[in-house]
Nanobody, 125 residues
Framework: QAQLLESGGGSVQAGGSMRLSCSVSQFILNHDCMAWFRQPPGKEREGVASFASHDGSTTYADSVKGRFIISKDNAKNILYLQMNSLKPEDTARYYC??????????????????WGQGTQVAVSP
């Protein structure tokens, strides 16, 4: 059983919106830090946003600030990424990740012990 399962990807035109969801397995509910990463075609994976479950604090990559919103529904154990004003450069495979260590950001990818399989997002001009 997958610990993290993403959904909601697809194709959209530039300027449009899309919401990604990540279902969290009961086995990793104690992982306080949850995040979204993405890997554009031909590029390395990069952090997008993080969410600390204990206080709801968030961090965002500069490239998505003001356009993307990360949130979590604790009752449903689902992490969301609301993406607005999408640009072609947002095209990537988006991954959900989690860890239980102190501190929550996407600066150290190696901190994240649980990963989903990813969901593809394509933004056309």
């Amino acid at each position: 059983q997958a610990q993290l399962l993403e959904s909601g990807g697809g194709s959209v035109q530039a300027g449009g919106s899309m919401r990604l969801s990540c279902s969290v397995s009961q086995f990793i509910l104690n992982h306080d830090c949850m995040a979204w990463f993405r890997q554009p075609p031909g590029k390395e994976r990069e952090g997008v946003a993080s969410f600390a479950s204990h206080d709801g604090s968030t961090t965002y990559a500069d490239s998505v600030k003001g356009r993307f919103i990360i949130s979590k529904d604790n009752a449903k154990n689902i992490l969301y990424l609301q993406m607005n004003s999408l640009k072609p450069e947002d095209t990537a495979r988006y991954y959900c990740a989690a860890h239980g260590r102190i501190g929550c950001s996407t600066e150290r990818e190696s901190d994240f012990s649980a990963w989903g399989q990813g969901t593809q997002v394509a933004v056309s001009p």
